[in-house]
């Protein structure tokens, strides 16, 4: 029988290592994403921060409390702090000009090779200009637009009221908006 998530972290922070690897089979692909998206743009390692992301899981499960919220929201919240830690150890505020990761995962195989290229060229400035953001609204637009989380999952995972985050997304998007649009003037 499989065990929830939360059973799975009570067994972590007793150090079973069994538990730890079936939790790490099970969200090891969404939080390498999240962490992938979170530093698109940046020149980082993204297996070496995924893994330290991974590594703060097993050190902290003992820290992990179900009054506070679901297990999701815990290891997504210690795995988006430990990405915000290094942004800011970083001072990675600055625009990169290299990404390899493409917002356009499900891009269509019925595109032109123009067009494809076009798209690619469209999802990496769309990162680049996410990366302009402060990091509070660019984490909440992260997990809203590429991680699909709900508001009230962001909520718990940055234990910021619901309202903030709406509003988080909502300023961060017109930002972003604005960014686009003061590029692509032509005055």
């Not at 409390?65 to 297990?71: I, L, V, W």
């Not at 200009?129 to 509070?136: M, Q």
């Not at 809203?144 to 909520?155: M, Q, T």
């Amino acid at each position: 029988m499989k065990k929830t998530d939360e059973q799975l972290l009570y067994a972590i922070a007793r150090g079973n290592k069994k538990a730890f690897k079936e939790l790490y089979q099970t969200w090891a692909p969404a939080i390498y994403r999240l962490v992938k998206r979170m530093l698109a743009g940046k020149n980082a390692d993204c297996d070496e921060i995924f893994q330290e992301a991974m590594l703060r899981i097993w050190q902290k499960a003992a820290l992990f409390d179900p009054a506070k919220g679901k297990a999701k929201s815990w290891i997504y919240l210690v795995a988006t702090r430990h990405c915000l830690n290094w942004l800011n150890s970083k001072s990675c505020h600055n625009k990169s000009n290299e990404t390899d990761y493409e917002l356009n995962k499900h891009e269509s195989h019925d595109l032109s090779p123009e067009e494809a290229a076009f798209n690619k060229e469209e999802s990496k400035r769309a990162l680049e200009l996410l990366a302009c953001l402060p990091d509070e609204m660019q984490q909440v637009i992260t997990l809203r637009h590429l991680e699909d989380l709900s508001i009230d999952e962001i909520a718990q995972i940055t234990q910021t009221p619901a309202g903030t985050v709406k509003s988080r997304i909502f300023y961060g998007l017109k930002k972003l908006r604005s960014f686009f649009f003061k590029e692509n003037s032509y005055e």
